[in-house]
Each structure stands twice: as C-alpha cells, then as structure tokens.
C-alpha cells in the first residue's frame, strides 16, 4: 500500500504536494485575474485574494478533518440522507436564493453565500459510491432502466434538475455526469453505455430542432468570430487572451484580458487568463500538475481494497481532475460554454471548499487502507465488511513502515 | 437482462483505466487547441490583443492666464469636470454588490436625491431628466468646482450609482469678478474668447486638445491611471496686460461710488502712464461679472473707455491751445477781451455762465474754461489747422492701441467747415473723441510733445518662457514742442489750482486738469436736451507726471459739470493711487512727510490698531487725528477700500470707529 508514487512517498503525499502547488497558483492567478474588477468594485485589488486564503484555510482545515479524523464510512452511512438533505436545501435554493447574474444558486445565511450545487457534486459522489459500491461487492451489475438499482441514478437526475432550473446548466450536467461515470465504472453494460450516447445525441438533435436558437449557440461555439460582439463575446475574449500569451505568456499581471475585456475573468475563464500570463509552457505545466494529481488519485484507487472506497476515489478524481480538464477544454473552445469552474485556479469559495473536501476524502480512503494494511500485518482482524464471495485476496503489503 | 459475466472491483479499476484514456484524449485535445491558438495564431491573436486596448486619449491644456504687470492672476483657468449621464445605464449593476448584498432601490431616484443639493439642482427636475431612457446622453451639469466634483465623484462611488460619467471642460475663473472686465472679456463654454482680451488674444491663449496613444480597458478607462483623475497638457501661453490691479481696483471702487453718487447712466475712467503709453487702469459703468456673463446686460460688455465716442467740450481745448501756441498764434500771455459772447457767423458762443472776465490771458481762458477765447484762437487757426492738430493729436483716428473694440471718432471734414464750425470745433464741440483718443492726446502734452501709441498687453509669454508679444513705448509723432507742452502743463496745472478744476486739488500735490462739460448728442442727431457729459482730463505731478487720467461721466443726474461731478472723483482715485504707489507730494508743506513717520517708531505703538477677528471681518478703529498714509496702511491691514476726502489730517469717519466689516468694505475718511 505505501509504495513510492513517482518523487514522493506514497501517493497521498503527492495529492497533497499538487494540491497545495495548485492553490498556490490558485492563489497568485485569482489575484492577477481580479485586481482590477475588484479595485472597480470593492475598492481593494486584494479583495478575491484575501477571499481566496480565507476559502482556502477554512478548506485545509476541513480536510485535515474529514482526511484524519473521521472513518469515510460514515459519510457513507449517511448516502441516503444525504440525497434528502440536498433535496431541501437545493429546493430553498429555488425558492428563497439570492440571484445573480440571472441566476439563483446562492444561499445567504447569516451573511455569508453559499452554492449547494457545489457540494451537491460531492454529495453524489458519497450517494453513487454507497449504493453502487455495495452492488458491486455483492457482485450485481447496475443498470439505468432497473429499478431499484438506478435509485442512485434517479437521485442524482432529481438533484440535477433542480440545479438545472436555477438556471446552472454547467452543475447540473456534472452531477449527472458523475453520476454516470460512476454507474460506467461500477459496470454499466456496454451496450447501455452505448445507448446512453445515442440518447444523448438523439436528445441534442430534439433540441435543436426545437428552439433553433440552440443551432446558433452551436455555430457560435464552433466559430465565435461569426458574432465576435454578441454571444460570441466570451469565446472570442478567451481565445484572444489565450492566444495573445504565445510560448512564454506575457508574465504575471501583464495580461490585458482582465480589464473587464474577458467576463468571469477570475472565476469560469481563470485558465485564458493563465495562459495569456503564462505561455503555453505555464498551461502545459498546469496540465500536467492535473495529470500527475489524477495519476495519484488514481493509484490510491487502484490499491483500495474497499470497493465503495474505490468508487469514492474515483468519483472524487472525475470531479476534481475530470471538471478541471472539461474547463480547459471549454476556455479554449473544444467544449461550449458551459459553466464549470477550473478545480483550485477559478475563484469560488463553495467550490474551493467542496474541491477539498473530496480531496479530503481520497485521502481517509488512503489513510484508512494503510490502517487496515497494518492491522493485517499485526494479524489484526479487520472490522471492515468486505465482499462475501471473497473471490480474490488481500493485497499483501509490502515494507510496511511501522 | 441476464448478467453474462460477473462484474467485480478489478473489472471496476480496469474501467477506470479505460475512461482515464478517454479523459487523456481530452487533454490531448486541449494541449493541440492550445499549441494552435497560441503558437500558430499566437501573433494575431497578440496584435488583436494590442489593438483591443490601444486607443487616444485627450489630453486638455487650459486656457492661458491673463495676468495683470505684476503677476496678479486675474483670469485663469483650470479644468474641471463636466457630469454627464446616459440614463440607459443607471440600473443597477448587480455585478458591484457582493451576492445577497444589492439593495433594492430605484438607483434613478437615489441618484436624483442624492446628486440635487450637491449639485445645487432641483430633485424633481433631475429625476425627471434620469428617466429619459431614449436618450443615452445628457449633461446633468457642466465646469464643476473641483470640491463639488469630488463630492459628486465621492457620493457616484459610496452608492454604486451607475450611468454617470465626467468630461472634462476647461473652466475659466475671473479670480476678481468684475476688475476689468471690460478689459479682460469674457469666454464662451466652447472655449472662445467672445469679449475683450479673450477674444482678441483667443488664438494665442485658447486651450488645446492634444491626442496622445494610450491604453484602455474594455469600460474605456486608462490602464494604470483612474479613470477619475485627469490627464493635464502643457500649458498655454500668459498675458500680462499693463494693468495695476491695484489702480484698477481703486478705478472699479471709485466709479462704483460715482455711479450711486451721480447716477449716471454710464461711466469710463483710464490711468496711463504718459511716459510709455501703458494703460494702467481702465473701468467702465455699467459693468458685469464675467464669471456670470449670461447674467449680465449686454450693454455691460462695452468698454466705454474705447468703444464710445463724445463730445468732449472744453477738455479739447488744450489741443487747440497747443495748436495757437505752436502757431505762434498766441502765448501764455497773450491778451484776450472776453466778452463773455461771441458771435461767429449767427452762432452766438457763450461763456458757462455767459459773463464775461473782461482783459484777461490765454492762461486765463484755460484756467477758467473761458468759450469766447478759444473760439476766436480758433477763428485765428481756422479749420484747416485745427483739424490738421486735431489728426496730429490722434483724433479721427483710433490709437492703434492693442485694446479692442477702439472707436476711431469724427472730426470736420476741414473743405466743409463754415466758421461756426470753426469756433465750435475750439471748444470740443461738433467733433466726437473716443475717451482713449482723448486722454492719449492729454499725454502728449505731459511727456512732452510727444504722441504715443496706448498699449495694454506689457507681454505675452509662452510656457517656457519666451516673450511672445512684448508692449513697448511706441511713438506715433511729435505733435508739439517740448516748449509747447510745458507751457500747456503749466496752463493746465493754473485750472485746477487756481481755475475751474479746484475741486481735482489734492493738498501737497501739484495737478494739471481740465474739466468738460458737453451736452450729449441725440441719437438721432442734434443735442440732447439736459443731458449732459461730465468729464475731467488730467495728470499729477503736473511739471513731470506718473500718472495721466480721465474720467467721462455720461448723463449724470443733478449737477452735471465737470467741476462738480467729474473732477471730484477724478481727485478720489488719485488720492488713493498716489498714496498706493508712495508719490511724494511736491509740497509738504502742512503735511507729515513719509521720514517723520518714519523717525518716531514709538509712534506707531500708539497708533490705533485695526481689530481683525476670528471670522476674518474686522473692528475699525478711530482715525482721528493719523495722516493719509498711516489711516492706508490700517485700511490695507484690515483689506478695506479707503475713500479719503480732502487731506490732512483725519478728523471724520464713516462707518464710526468700532463698527465691524468685512472686506472690501469702504471706510470714508474725512482729512483737514
């Protein structure tokens, strides 16, 4: 279980590196990215900095937490509950939030805003990993039309419309996408996974051709030049802040997209932001900091031995890494925009929290490994229900430290 | 379904592995995107980049100062900021509030009720202009004072109110409202000189716009600079004018009095130095603020010291006397019968008081004013020559002063002049002077001989300091012989201290004056009946004078003489300037000199003292028994204007000692 992962100890070590290597640029991007809308707007460039370290503390210390202090299972236990809290949060939400930018997904309480829809991804992760991990070690396949196997796929629909209607199209889609990269790896048939696509594709043709707006959108998106001042705006802006940066990028704070030329510049469009600083070098060096924080997530994957464990880790390394890739590939226009944050570099304090947070629960899916590993080495009976047809063995552990 | 194969963790993690390489496919995708927008389009996309924030902006030079000779400001102008709204943009943006925190409101009636007592405008009526939301454009108010731009600017800024914008706008300010004004002019909102110096000097001193390449953000703000704060050019160029703000107040104040006193319709009154032509002062009734020119009636805009032309009656008669004597005609001393009548051709001319003084010189005739003596030297000259003096002397033609608007007036036309003409013509009438052309010609005879041509602009300067325009004494001709003109000097200064001109005395001080008195001429041809035009020519020392001036009162109501209204006023001012500007009297005679004050230094412990209080007005203290000079010096610390009568010592005051003024208040001081 504690082999070396690439430079570090083991892989935990290295979530941790790349995490707080990511926050930091994080930190340093938001704060290039916003000083001017946010000297325009509160007076003090500082002002999403300071926000961002306040996020972030509050985050690290909830990770230290959830990572050390706390079994994962009891996250587990609570998969089903969890589904009927979010339900009447995200219900109040619809109801009761504050809207912004025409849309309300915030909830103010005592001062402080909060978007449910962030920790909603979270939640069905926790939700997918429960029920679909105990399917998987009592050795059942999941299927979306089957019922009540697909509980957890209708939850997560349920949770996603009312996200969908806030309007937040970008949320609700990765929800359900979680939800179904869960339900792929827990061993959806192929051929439904098939189908799904087709239906996908059935559904995007039906909406098409029934508001045939959403044709335009799709021309906008496969050539934003075509309405460079309409709705093509924000692509164009990307791209030209993207592009304007070249090989070496026009170094920190020199960047012209932030002078309110690039819309979400801090939050949804961080990345155009980075690469124009940064070059193409910065943005592959950010890429690959993704890929080894995606490698290492997935080894701790690899060598759980708890199949909820497992989908959990994996669910965690879809959100963080999976949504931070389909970021970049909205910002450079390979995906239409849609919004969805870039996991530690856009601003947003309810994501930056629930990002950590799922971190924080590879890593008691890691300690908690290494816990049972050195129970069986001390030949220690392990209290953790494991599969009944115990098909296959333990992985033995080898140069346990202790 | 039926389960083919049992699906267990394994399988799981190869899963994974499998959608792990899709997600790579992404990121393959991203690094190729990446690589095609920034290195293949990466120069284009870069010069877009450029193109998207390069832009101009305007950078403002204010309108050059005018400046009086001593560096006095007494126009400047500075930029300041002009508010603009484009009501199409004053919803609120929720994009300033932090989420949960904007404030439900109508930001139009914030803004309203919020921008009116600032702006000192009426709420309604903003409001009103708020909701025209067709319009994307509309001036909410122009050249702010700087405090209340900074006001709007801080209030705009607390409110998150939207909409509002700034332009700047050069804005002039007369720094001493209504000095000169006349003189000075005024400028239009465009920056145009329309009156008086603004305008005749607009090309060298109008403010410029230059262009200057620069970066903006997307909102159209510099980068690197707020928006809010503007961008200053080089400056323009200074006019320095010849005038003593000094003289030109006491000028303004004394004519002021004069107004009340005589209730003339209109008023004009010019210092010169007669050495050099320079203008020193220049007032003219009625008179306006140039900074609320749109305030003011339009008749207030002429400056009556250049842009009228009179009568001037018997202040001509120096020029014919000049003419008589250069002719050899007649001397000083010249015996002459007045009859107190002479008849020239059926025109009967008469005497003031139509009595006659019997045997008497031409010393007399300009001592006393005395008609039937000039109009038979004018017989004598005939029209020819005296129309060849007059023109000599400047008449019948402007200057050439650099003040604008200059009247050049009317003279005969000497081949149609019958001899009534010819008398008439001797004693200032049937001929029209512009006050400047008149004093001018006065100067000529008190430096000397010699005509100069006015000059009210001493220098123009450029930012850097190169003298762009310099005055200078510039003479026109020798009119007379120095013999000449002192002979008239002296002939001159007989009028006031023993003649007609009495009332201009100024104990200690030696004055050369001549009054006038003329009636009016009619519009519409012909003598207005009982309108009169007062006015006293006249310079001080009168063997070697600093100072020539006139003062021309038109239709003053009641006593209408020269003598009574013109030459009192006349000797007001020049009792003021003459202790300003520390002249010597020429004898001192009765009079505590400058060294007595000097050599008793306990003295002045004694003095009693001005009562200057916390609100800035100030306590009047006993006059009674100070000189002139000491009762100035007070006057000046207390920054009050000193209307001194007679000379001596002081034995009278209004207001009584104790009363409190603030500045610019008038203290009478009766002398003996």
Same mark, same amino acid.
């Given at each position: 279980m504690q082999k070396r992962f690439l430079i570090w100890e083991n892989p935990r070590d290295a979530v941790l590196t790349i995490v707080l290597c990511l926050m930091f640029i994080g930190c340093v991007n938001v704060f290039s990215a916003s000083f001017v809308s946010a000297k325009a707007m509160f007076?003090?460039?500082?002002h999403y900095l300071y926000r961002y370290v306040m996020f972030a503390a509050l985050g690290l210390a909830w990770l230290v937490v959830v990572g050390?202090?706390?079994?994962y299972h009891v996250w587990l236990k609570y998969g089903n509950k969890l589904f009927y809290l979010f339900l009447v949060i995200l219900l109040c939400v619809d109801l009761f939030g504050t809207t912004t930018k025409g849309a309300q997904r915030w909830l103010v309480i005592a001062g402080l805003s909060f978007q449910p829809s962030e920790f909603v991804k979270l939640a069905v992760i926790i939700m997918g990993s429960d029920s679909l991990g105990s399917l998987l070690r009592r050795g059942k396949t999941p299927d979306l039309l089957k019922f009540p196997v697909n509980a957890a796929f209708i939850q997560a629909g349920v949770l996603a419309g009312l996200v969908l209607i806030q309007p937040d199209m970008g949320t609700a889609a990765i929800i359900l996408a979680l939800m179904i990269l869960l339900y792929v790896v827990a061993g959806l048939s192929l051929r439904e996974v098939g189908a799904l696509g087709g239906v996908c594709a059935a559904a995007v043709v039906a909406m098409i051709a029934m508001a045939p707006y959403r044709l335009s959108r799709i021309l906008i998106w496969l050539d934003?030049? *075509?309405d460079a001042q309409g709705s093509g705006y924000q692509s164009v802006q990307s791209f030209v802040s993207i592009g304007s940066g070249?090989?070496? %990028?026009?170094?920190?704070?020199?960047?012209?997209?932030?002078? +309110?030329?690039?819309?979400e510049a801090h939050t949804d469009f961080a990345f155009a932001i980075f690469c124009q600083e940064w070059g193409f070098f910065g943005a592959l060096g950010l890429l690959f900091l993704f890929l080894v924080l995606a490698k290492a997530i997935y080894t701790i994957g690899k060598n759980t031995t708890d199949e909820k464990g497992f989908l959990l880790v994996t669910g965690v390394n879809f959100l963080v890494v999976g949504q931070a890739i389909a970021n970049m590939a909205m910002v450079c226009g390979i995906?239409?925009?849609?919004?969805v944050p870039l996991s530690f570099? #856009?601003?947003g304090g309810t994501s930056l929290i629930a990002t950590l947070g799922a971190v924080a629960l590879v890593i008691a899916v890691y300690n908690d490994e290494v816990k049972k590993s050195n129970l069986q080495n001390t030949q220690v009976k392990t209290f953790v229900p494991r599969s009944s047809s115990g098909k296959h063995s333990y992985v033995r552990p080898r140069g346990g430290k202790k | 379904m039926s389960i083919k194969e049992k699906f267990d963790l394994k399988k799981s993690k190869k899963r994974t592995g499998a959608v792990g390489v899709l997600i790579l496919a992404f990121v393959v995708g991203v690094v190729l995107r990446l690589f095609w927008l920034q290195i293949v389009k990466g120069q284009e996309l870069a010069r877009d980049a450029k193109e998207q924030i390069a832009g101009e902006n305007t950078e403002l030079s204010p309108r050059g100062s005018i400046l009086d000779r001593?560096?006095?400001?007494?126009a400047v102008s500075i930029i300041s900021k002009s508010l603009y709204v484009n009501p199409q943009a004053m919803d609120d943006d929720?994009?300033?509030?932090?989420?949960?925190?904007?404030?439900?409101?109508?930001p139009r009636r914030v803004a309203a009720n919020l921008l009116a007592p600032i702006l000192g405008l009426n709420a309604e009526d903003l409001f009103q202009e708020f909701n025209?939301?067709?319009?994307?454009?509309?001036?909410?108010?122009?050249?702010?004072?700087p405090k209340v731009s900074a006001e709007v600017i801080k209030v705009l800024k607390e409110n998150k109110l939207s909409g509002f914008h700034f332009q700047d706008e050069s804005k002039r300010y007369y720094?001493?409202?209504?000095?000169a004004a006349q003189v000075l002019g005024f400028v239009g909102t465009?920056?145009? &000189?329309?009156?008086?110096i603004e305008a005749s000097l607009d090309k060298l001193i109008k403010g410029k716009e230059t262009k200057q390449g620069n970066f903006f953000d997307a909102r159209g703000n510099l980068i690197g600079e707020s928006g809010m704060n503007s961008v200053q050019g080089p400056k323009m160029n200074s006019v320095y004018l010849t005038l003593d703000s000094n003289m030109q107040f006491i000028l303004e104040k004394s004519l002021d009095e004069a107004m009340a006193k005589t209730h003339s319709a209109s008023a004009a009154a010019i210092i010169m130095n007669p050495h050099t032509g320079e203008i020193l002062g220049m007032a003219s009734r009625p008179t306006f603020d140039p900074n609320n020119? #749109?305030?003011?009636?339009?008749?207030?805009?002429?400056?009556? &010291?250049?842009a009228i032309i009179y009568e001037p009656g018997s202040v001509f008669k120096p020029i014919i006397g000049c003419a008589g004597l250069m002719e050899h005609l007649?001397?000083?001393?010249t015996h002459f019968h007045d009859e107190g009548t002479l008849d020239v051709g059926g025109r009967l001319i008469k005497n003031w008081d139509d009595k006659g003084l019997g045997d008497i010189t031409y010393t007399d005739v300009i001592k006393f004013s005395v008609n039937t003596g000039m109009a038979h030297l004018g017989l004598m000259l005939g029209g020819k020559k005296e129309t060849e003096y007059a023109e000599k002397f400047? +008449?019948?033609?402007?200057?050439?002063?650099?003040?604008?608007?200059?009247e050049a007036g009317i003279l005969y036309n000497p081949e149609d002049m019958v001899p009534s003409d010819v008398a008439t013509m001797a004693i200032g009438q049937g001929i029209a002077v512009s006050p400047l052309q008149m004093l001018n010609a006065i100067c000529a005879i008190a430096n000397g001989g010699e005509l100069l041509k006015p000059f009210i602009v001493k220098k123009v300067v450029s930012p850097? %300091?190169?003298?762009i325009i310099e005055g200078h004494k510039q003479v026109v001709? *020798?009119?007379?012989t120095e013999e000449v003109a002192a002979q008239m000097r002296t002939m001159m200064e007989k009028e006031v201290s023993e003649g %007609?001109?009495?009332?201009?005395q100024i104990k200690g001080y030696k004055i050369a004056g001549k009054t006038g008195t003329a009636e009016k001429l009619a519009v519409g041809g012909g003598y207005a009946a009982g309108v009169y035009i007062a006015s006293f020519v006249g310079f001080v020392p009168?063997? $070697?004078?600093?100072y020539a001036m006139l003062v021309v009162l038109d239709s003053p109501q009641g006593a209408f003489y020269g003598s009574q209204v013109a030459a009192p006023i006349f000797r007001d001012i020049l009792q003021q300037i003459l202790v300003a500007e520390g002249i010597q009297p020429?004898?001192?005679?009765?009079l505590p000199s400058v060294e007595s004050i000097m050599v008793q230094p306990q003295g002045t412990n004694d003095l009693p003292q001005m009562t200057i209080l916390d609100s800035g007005r100030v306590k009047i203290p $006993?006059?009674?028994?100070?000189?002139m000079r000491q009762v100035a010096e007070l006057i000046q610390q207390g920054r009050l204007a000193l209307i001194p009568? %007679?000379?001596?010592?002081?034995?009278?005051? $209004?207001?009584?000692?104790?009363t409190i003024l603030k500045n610019d208040d008038t203290v009478d001081v009766w002398f003996k």
């Open positions: 007076g003090t460039g500082y050390w202090k706390v079994n934003p030049w *075509r070249g090989w070496f %990028g026009t170094h920190f704070g020199m960047g012209s997209g932030k002078f +309110f030329f690039l819309p995906l239409p925009v849609i919004g570099i #856009s601003y | 001593n560096g006095e400001d007494l929720p994009d300033r509030w932090e989420r949960g925190k904007q404030p439900q409101r109508n025209y939301k067709d319009r994307c454009f509309i001036w909410v108010k122009r050249t702010l004072d720094t001493k409202n209504d000095l465009d920056d145009k &000189g329309l009156e008086g020119f #749109s305030q003011a009636a339009s008749n207030a805009f002429l400056n009556r &010291g250049v007649i001397t000083p001393t400047g +008449f019948g033609s402007t200057t050439g002063s650099d003040v604008p608007g200059e850097s %300091g190169k003298l001709r *020798r009119v007379v %007609g001109g009495k009332t201009a009168a063997d $070697n004078p600093d020429s004898d001192s005679s009765g $006993n006059f009674a028994g100070l000189n009568h %007679g000379g001596g010592e002081a034995f009278k005051q $209004n207001p009584a000692p104790g």
